[in-house]
């Protein structure tokens, strides 16, 4: 069975905290994505990455970092935590279709 | 300028009525089309691929217009458990890159 996994699910950080979210697939995907949904505004693609250490700007980049050092593995970069970044965060990875992880809810306080 | 326009609801029908969502796209080179569902604080799920030809699963047929560049579901005599919000994607690829749009999704609740 094919999988995205966010290992943080829940997490509240401190406003100026650096947050890290996880994404790791094992689908041997090259194409990775990290989006936020927030309430009425539908998916928000932040970053997407074509390949390892490749690394494309969405629609909502700052504030926000990405690492891909290693193919299964896309990781989301807050520096510096603010309450505005409250939000689900989504990973993505496609083949022949989309599969998304389970979310990371993340509250900044 | 969106690429993906989506009606977003809320569409509140009864047990058993037949429901139909359209997405329109801008780009006629976009390649792979699909629906997905998603619930309440849920990731999306797959829920069909659209094909030209017409995609159907049970209750659900999917449909791709390419020269209107649209696409559609219906959903036939909807049941309580089809309450979720339904999202069109759109992916465009160029080599081993892929260019995924979401249209903003379509709220749906079924009642009692």
């Known amino acids: 069975d094919v999988k995205v996994t966010q290992s943080s699910r829940y997490l509240v950080k401190r406003t100026g905290e650096k947050v890290f979210l996880e994404c790791v697939q094992d689908?041997?995907?090259?194409?990775m994505f990290w989006y936020r949904q927030d309430p009425g505004l539908g998916l928000r693609l932040i970053y997407f990455s074509y390949d390892v250490k490749m690394k494309e700007k969405g629609d909502i980049p700052e504030g926000y970092s990405v690492s891909r050092e290693k193919k299964e593995r896309f990781s989301l970069i807050l520096e510096s935590a603010s309450t505005n970044q409250t939000s689900m965060y989504l990973c993505?990875?496609?083949?022949?279709?989309?599969?998304f992880g389970e979310g990371s809810w993340l509250t900044v306080v | 300028r969106k690429e993906v326009e989506q009606d977003p609801g809320p569409f509140n029908v009864p047990e058993g009525a037949t429901v139909a969502f359209n997405c329109t796209y801008s780009?006629?080179?976009?390649?792979?089309f699909f629906w997905y569902r998603q619930d309440c604080r849920k990731e999306p799920k797959l829920l069909m691929s659209v094909y030209s030809s017409g995609n159907e699963d049970g209750r659900f047929t999917a449909q791709l217009n390419r020269a209107s560049q649209y696409i559609s579901l219906l959903i036939r005599d909807s049941k309580l458990s089809d309450s979720a919000t339904y999202l069109c994607?759109?992916?465009?690829?160029?080599?081993?890159?892929?260019?995924?749009?979401f249209g903003s999704g379509t709220q749906l609740t079924v009642l009692p």
């Open positions: 993505a990875s496609t083949g022949n279709t989309i599969y």
């Open positions: 689908m041997d995907h090259e194409n």
């Open positions: 994607v759109v992916i465009e690829r160029s080599g081993s890159a892929r260019q995924l749009t």
């Open positions: 780009n006629s080179a976009s390649q792979s």
